[in-house]
T-cell receptor
Framework: QKEVEQDPGPLSVPEGAIVSLNCTYS??????FMWYRQYSRKGPELLMYTYSSGNKEDGRFTAQVDKSSKYISLFIRDSQPSDSATYLCAMSGGNTGNQFYFGTGTSLTVIP | ETGVTQTPRHLVMGMTNKKSLKCEQHLGHNAMYWYKQSAKKPLELMFV???????ENNSVPSRFSPECPNSSHLFLHLHTLQPEDSALYLCASSQGGPRGNQPQHFGDGTRLSIL
């Protein structure tokens, strides 16, 4: 079983839609959860960083962590064409030696 | 300059060549990382350098050789690579080292193509 599972998509939505991106994981020891955005021909850019369970909001972005279900989500409200990118989830902590585990990324296209 | 800078951005080399990738971070971090990113695969951690330790993924072939002369600079020396080594090589840095759980900040990568 992979440490982190992420649907690769591609996901295509109209401008203004609410986007939901998700990752599941198998190691209950993970405590730190991140979302990165990666534009074409660029490196991953940190979008959200959360610790343990709960929600964190930053502008149009909301990160949710449900440790009981081993499930994390990133919501994008009022999606814009500039949100078109690949979104990577990452996590670490606990008994993992603090190595970061990444999902494969979800490709998102927001259509004007 | 700010952030994490990688050079060159693109590299095409034959299997018998020797080349080096360079990374420089201007964030004052004390840990640096090399990752390999291939299509439809998770980022693969290759090497970590921090004040406390050097960590390497045992599955990385010896044709990849890292060098970290100080906390701001990281190199990846390449020799006799194989076509399956073609990928995007990303450098990252963080504060607190690999045991600090601080988020990693990435450069834009070197796109490597092996002929």
């Amino acid at each position: 079983q992979k440490e982190v599972e992420q649907d690769p998509g591609p996901l295509s939505v109209p401008e203004g839609a609410i986007v939901s991106l998700n990752c599941t994981y198998s190691n209950s020891a993970f405590q730190y959860f991140m979302w990165y955005r990666q534009y074409s021909r660029k490196g991953p850019e940190l979008l959200m960083y959360t610790y343990s369970s709960g929600n964190k909001e930053d502008g149009r972005f909301t990160a949710q962590v449900d440790k009981s279900s081993k499930y994390i989500s990133l919501f994008i409200r009022d999606s814009q064409p500039s949100d078109s990118a690949t979104y990577l989830c990452a996590m670490s902590g606990g008994n993992t030696g603090n190595q970061f585990y990444f999902g494969t990324g979800t490709s998102l296209t927001v259509i004007p | 300059e700010t952030g994490v800078t990688q050079t060159p951005r693109h590299l095409v080399m034959g299997m018998t060549n020797k080349k080096s990738l360079k990374c420089e971070q201007h964030l004052g971090h004390n840990a640096m990382y090399w990752y390999k990113q291939s299509a439809k695969k998770p980022l693969e951690l290759m090497f970590v350098y921090s004040l406390e330790e050097r960590v390497e993924n045992n599955s990385v072939p010896s044709r990849f050789s890292p060098e970290c002369p100080n906390s701001s600079h990281l190199f990846l020396h390449l020799h006799t690579l194989q076509p399956e080594d073609s990928a995007l090589y990303l450098c990252a840095s963080s504060q607190g080292g690999p045991r600090g759980n601080q988020p990693q900040h990435f450069g834009d990568g070197t796109r490597l193509s092996i002929l």
